[in-house]
């Protein structure tokens, strides 16, 4: 064995000469220390006609080694706190000890300043076209946990690792390197690899490679492993057996997916089917073994499966785990034979993952529904999810994005697109589009396309504009609308029929397309529910007039098989009944559901909540329209019961949003709200309010996290006082224009926010400034500062009130904008409810308001993890008295930020408050339990 693998070193460095890049790994690891020192050679071939005087080596082990690689400022940007404060020897980093040439010189080496994990290297002599460069390198390898994106360490002291040793960058005429950005990307030249892993005896290994032989000495193993034009090495070391061999007729599948009660045999079947199915469309596998793991699964998971709990499958037999495999298997196939620039020019390959997924479903499981054997269950049934079919959901979520106006093209590189983009809504729009495609051109065009590029560029440098060369060749058809329009921009799709003139043997109408685009789109004609015709429509610009026969038919339909990714299909049909049956029916439903096109749905839901003391508990019901897929226009009603106001109270809004494309100002909201309310016990509030707010974002950076808005409204208040009411009101109604500019940078690293205000009424007149800035440093101390300063324009109103005042410690609220849960209390825990509003104290002070000018400046910095000591200074200037220097300081439990929050006040303008008898009436609560606000954590990790 031992002499095998020295003859193949022989035939490793004798092959210098042939045009192959090669890779030689000596790797000793050290699983308790979580290190390995590499020893490696490689031989880098100049596959251009340039001569090279440097190369560069990707050394993503590297980008885990400080807080300010571009991967730490991903996960900031992502909301992501573990990598920031992770102790350093979590992290992981590489120490390059020797890299010399194959004379034994070393050779001049940097890390690049914006890519510190790629290495440039500068060559002792020029590489000339098609020579080979030998290179030796000796390096420490310090492993992250796993914790980070699940490869690395792990806390068994086990290790799964990708992208673990040094590789050479692709050069085609230019250099393609960038760092590690948690995308699973790396892009690389095949290689030849050789790898020699030491490790304890204690543990199991597995690759994809082929082993060549294994040494067995007292206290450690060694194993030597080959693999011919690979592009990656994934390894895994593990104390307990956790993979298993699945021999197929096509190749090995080596995996460690979850599998809970499926039998070995049943297992075997599935992989088989599996196996033979990407075969079969994708051609044969140009390696023995392919390695599919849980966590590449995880990573590129079947989202709303993965949301589901392990003990619930609601999925006929097995097939939860046979699409978990087909999806990963997919992946990795195409990861290891498709030499696409996986950064740059992504598209193509999750586009046939996702194409396949659906063909597969469709050519085994056609009646396969979204809900699965939900579907059947009385009660759920009745909803319109549990008719859509299963491949329905790539859509709905690309649909998500789209209707939200967050889609992006799919040209942009792929660490410019929106989380969710690059993982969900991205992947599902490049393969809805090949399906839309296939349908267009007939004949299985596009699958034969694919299976012909597969081909002939297996294991080849290859880029998209192949794939479009040969898919023209292919087919006579106008295809240039799909890599235009469709993979190269973020235009929708919508088109609708309009000024239908029947007669008795023919129809005349008008297509119009509503967006600025050239794609096709497919009529129907309809006798009842049966399909007559289908034709496709090209070069619609604008508007087109056809005339078709009539031939029976009763109904006009665009897009009826849903194939074409359109954003709106509820103006896609037209009846040739007569004009009534133009008009959709209502259609009333019991809670939320996926939207029907062939309705009008009104939807209804219960409500039992809890918005004030006041009116205590509320029973009700909710009435809207809004689907899960965002309307331009959606309203709800929400009618509710105080059991403790014993009063009907409730409101309604509506809202018609704006979208607008490729520009800063991306949506504009009109809205018009009406509500009725306690705001004390036998106190009511109604308030109408019509609204326009702007909002805009950096149209050419839709990751960034700074955004902007214009909130421009004009509020109607009226409060109502019963004679049994414990508070007094002597003006009752009021109204307040306001206008609100709102810029914030929402980062978790550096965070800054301001806003200013302005507010006119008959009897006040006021501006505000409002500034917050936060700072999580290297040390993990976060650094907080807030500034606000507020002064009256004019002030007419009643002198003895302070109910418009500026407030010190907790504002009257009199545009009923916070959510108190008793606004009105001055006593009880009720009233230690605080927001952080104008003054932002803790304390409560002598002078709590200001009916002139007030100014103020809140600070806290971190003590201990999530323990602050926080410090309020301020400025108080009432009519006809000098301003009033006030203080507050104490400790703050920061349990989540802006979320829930537990102030202690310590010393203030009033002295030492922990002296005080009635200390814990003193104490300040933060918190919020709306569902929108919440769902904001939710969603600033994906948007």
């Known amino acids: 064995m031992k002499r095998r693998f020295l003859l193949s070193f022989i035939l490793f460095y004798s092959a210098f000469m042939i045009g192959q890049n090669k890779i030689d790994i000596d790797a000793r690891f050290n699983m308790q220390q979580k290190n390995a020192k590499i020893a490696q050679t490689l031989s880098y071939q100049n596959t251009t006609n340039d001569t090279l005087s440097k190369i560069y080596l990707n050394d993503w082990s590297n980008s885990f080694s400080t807080k300010h690689t571009p991967l730490a400022k991903r996960f900031a940007e992502e909301y992501s706190t573990k990598f920031h404060f992770a102790k ?28 510190p994990d790629v290495l440039e290297v500068e060559l002792s002599e020029p590489l000339l076209p098609n020579a080979s460069y030998h290179i030796e390198l000796s390096y420490n390898l310090q492993f992250p946990d796993d914790t980070f994106t699940d490869y690395g360490a792990t806390s068994n002291n086990e290790l799964n690792l990708k992208y673990w ?58 194993f030597y492993y080959y693999g011919k034009d690979r592009v990656d090495s994934k390894l895994y070391i593990n104390r307990f057996p956790k993979f298993n061999f699945v021999q197929t007729d096509n190749f090995t599948i080596i995996t460690d997916l979850e599998n809970e009660g499926i039998m070995p045999a049943d297992r075997a079947i599935i992989t088989d089917k599996i196996t033979q199915f990407i075969t079969k469309n994708l051609g044969k596998y140009p390696h023995n073994y392919l390695l599919v793991t849980d966590i590449e699964y995880k990573t590129d998971p079947l989202y709303g499966l993965n949301q589901l709990p392990k003990f619930f499958n609601p999925f006929p037999g097995n097939l939860q785990y046979e699409l978990k495999l087909l999806k990963t298997t997919l992946n990795n196939y195409l990861d290891n034979t498709l030499l696409l620039n996986p950064r740059e020019d992504y598209w193509l390959k999750d586009a046939i993952q996702i194409y396949f997924l659906m063909k597969y479903v469709e050519d085994n499981y056609p009646n396969l529904k979204l809900l699965g054997t939900l579907a059947n269950i009385w009660g759920l049934r009745s909803f319109h999810a549990a008719d859509v079919d299963f491949n ?38 490049a393969g809805i589009g090949l399906k839309y495609l296939n349908d267009f051109v007939d004949y299985d065009i596009v699958e034969k396309t694919i299976f012909e590029y597969l081909g002939n560029f297996r294991l080849k440098p290859t880029t998209s504009a192949d794939f479009e060369t040969l898919l023209k060749k292919n087919t006579t058809k106008d295809v240039d609308w799909f890599f235009k329009d469709y993979i190269g921009s973020r235009k929708k799709i919508d088109f609708r029929i309009k000024n239908v003139v029947k007669s008795e043997d023919s129809v005349t109408f008008t297509i119009k397309n509503k967006r600025e685009n050239n794609v096709p789109v497919s009529l129907f004609t309809l006798k009842n529910d049966s399909v007559l015709s289908k034709t496709w429509i090209e070069n619609i610009q604008g508007s087109k007039t056809l005339t078709i026969p009539r031939n029976d038919a009763t109904k006009l339909v665009l897009n009826y098989d849903n194939i074409i990714p ?24 019991l809670f939320k559901d996926i939207e029907d096109p062939n309705y009008n749905q009104v939807f209804f ?26 309307k331009n226009l959606s309203y709800q009603i929400t009618p509710k019961y105080g059991f403790n106001s014993k009063t009907l109270t409730g409101g309604a809004v509506g809202i018609y949003t704006q979208h607008l494309e490729d520009q800063n100002l991306f949506r504009i909201n009109y809205g018009l709200g009406a509500s009725y309310a306690s705001f004390a016990k036998d106190a009511f509030v109604t308030k109408i309010s019509p609204s326009v707010s702007l909002y805009f974002r950096d149209n050419d950076n839709f990751r960034s996290n700074k955004s902007s808005y214009i909130n421009v409204r004009y509020l109607d208040i009226s409060r109502n006082v ?14 307040v224009f306001n206008i609100r500019y709102i810029n914030a940078h929402t980062d978790l690293i550096d965070y800054s926010k301001f806003y200013y205000d302005f507010q006119i009424a008959k009897k006040f007149g006021k501006i505000a400034l409002n500034y917050e800035w936060r700072k999580l440093t290297e040390g993990n101390r976060q650094l907080n500062f807030r500034f606000f300063a507020g002064t009256f324009l004019y002030n007419n109103t009643d002198e003895n009130s302070d109910y418009f005042s500026f407030a010190l410690d907790r504002p009257t609220d009199y545009l009923f904008d916070y959510n108190y849960l008793g606004r009105s209390e001055s006593s009880g825990i009720f009233s230690q409810q605080i927001i952080i509003a104008e003054g932002g104290f803790k304390s409560k002070l002598e002078t709590p308001f200001a009916n002139q000018w007030m100014t103020t400046a809140n600070m806290s910095t971190t003590l201990w993890r999530f323990i602050e000591a926080y410090g309020d200074v301020g400025l108080v200037k009432n009519k006809a008295v000098n301003p009033k220097f006030v203080f507050d300081s104490g400790i703050k439990l920061d349990l989540v930020t802006d979320y829930f929050e537990l102030y202690f006040p310590i010393y203030s303008s009033l002295g030492w408050e922990v002296d005080e008898p009635n200390y814990s009436q003193r104490i300040r609560i933060k918190f919020t339990v709306d569902p929108e606000v919440l769902l904001g954590l939710f969603r600033r990790k994906w948007y």
Not at 92 to 115: C, M, P, V, W, Y
Not at 607 to 622: H, M, P, Q, R, S
């Open 605 to 630: 839901m219960p409500l039992v909540e809890y918005n004030n003391i006041y009116d205590g508990f509320t029973l009700g019901a909710k009435a809207y329209n809004k689907t899960l897929l965002m």
């Open 566 to 589: 359109e954003y709106n299909l509820r103006d896609n049909w037209k009846s040739l009944k007569g004009w009534f049956f133009n008009n959709k029916p209502l259609q009333f439903r």
């Open 165 to 222: 040793y040094i590789t050479p960058a692709v050069y085609d005429g230019e250099w393609h390197y960038y760092s590690n950005k948690n995308l699973n990307d790396l892009y690389v030249p095949k290689a030849d690899i050789h790898l020699k892993v030491e490790f304890p005896k204690n543990y199991g290994i597995y690759s994809e490679l082929t082993i060549q032989d294994v040494e067995q000495n007292d206290s450690t193993q060694t």
């Open 392 to 429: 329905e959901q790539y859509n709905l979520y690309f649909m998500q994005m789209a209707r939200s106006n967050r889609d992006q093209s799919l040209t942009l590189p792929k660490d410019q697109l929106l989380k969710f983009n690059a993982n969900i809504a991205g992947k599902y729009k």
């Open 88 to 115: 350093n020897d979590m992290r992981g980093f590489t120490n390059i000890t020797s890299l010399k040439d194959s004379a034994g010189q070393e050779l001049n080496h940097t890390r690049l300043k914006s890519h």
């Open 722 to 735: 019963k004679d049994k009411s414990t508070v007094v009101v002597k003006d009752p109604d009021y109204s």
